[in-house]
């Protein structure tokens, strides 16, 4: 059974400072992997989608890794601000011959500080 | 171009009433999810259909849940009777690119039983 786990489950920095959250699961046979950031109240936005066959994927600030043997993914936000703040959220996506499932981490909480 | 559309954003009921949740995908993503998501915690789900089939309901708790999807567009997720742990944000979601790309999601149904 894939397990996801992100660590720290809360983060506060100060505002410009560059950040890294991570992402570990269990099973590197994964297919995908897409991270999220969730607005308290709102749904989650999509932010990165990496396949298995890429090593990263970048848009503006963010900039997310993968590392499939080692069981790691990380979300590098640069030159943070406070409409950064938010929960983030990462999922990993196994396909396997009875089907295909997404598994969620329970999201690191960012906040930037002015 | 219009995002996930759920309603009623909130929705407060007591404990036995039933309730239902309406979601209209993207248009042209036949891929629908539905994800329950509990405070602090990810997504977990559903149910996932494939146009109108569901083709993953096996973490959907059958004896007060029900959902459908009828033309293969929008699509209602019931519970009856409601009970106090059903409390949680009700998630909508679909993707374009069948049943492994990327998830967007709805604003979610917020979910409180008395």
């Known amino acids: 059974k894939q397990e996801v786990t992100q660590i720290p489950a809360a983060l506060s920095v100060p505002e410009g400072e560059n950040l890294v959250l991570n992402c570990s699961f269990t099973?590197?046979?994964?297919?995908?992997l897409q991270w999220f950031r969730q607005d308290p109240g709102k749904g989650l936005t999509s932010l990165l989608l990496?396949?298995?066959?890429?090593r990263e994927q970048t848009s503006g600030r963010l900039n997310a890794s993968l590392d499939k043997s080692s069981g790691r993914s990380t979300l590098y936000i640069a030159a943070s601000q406070p409409g950064d703040s938010a929960t983030y959220l990462c999922?990993?996506?196994?396909?396997?011959?009875?089907?295909?499932?997404?598994?969620f981490g329970t999201g690191t909480q960012l906040k930037v500080e002015l | 171009e219009a995002g996930v559309v759920q309603s009623p954003r909130y929705k407060i009921i007591e404990k036995k009433q039933p309730v239902a949740f309406w979601c209209n995908p993207i248009?042209?993503?036949?891929?629908l999810y539905w994800y329950r998501q509990n405070l602090g915690q990810g997504p977990e789900l559903l149910i996932r259909?494939?146009?109108?089939?569901?083709?993953?309901d096996s973490q959907l708790p059958k004896d007060r849940f029900s959902a459908e999807r009828l033309k293969g567009v929008d699509s209602t997720l019931k519970i009856q009777p409601a009970e106090l742990g059903d409390s949680a944000v009700y998630l909508c979601?679909?993707?374009?690119?069948?049943?492994?790309?990327?998830?967007?999601f709805g604003e979610g149904s917020r979910l409180t039983v008395l």
């Open positions: 259909y494939e146009n109108e089939e569901a083709v993953d």
């Open positions: 248009s042209g993503h036949n891929t």
């Open positions: 099973d590197s046979a994964i297919y995908n």
């Open positions: 979601a679909s993707s374009p690119q069948g049943s492994t790309g990327e998830l967007f």
């Open positions: 990496i396949q298995s066959s890429q």
């Open positions: 999922a990993v996506r196994m396909v396997t011959g009875g089907g295909n499932k997404l598994t």
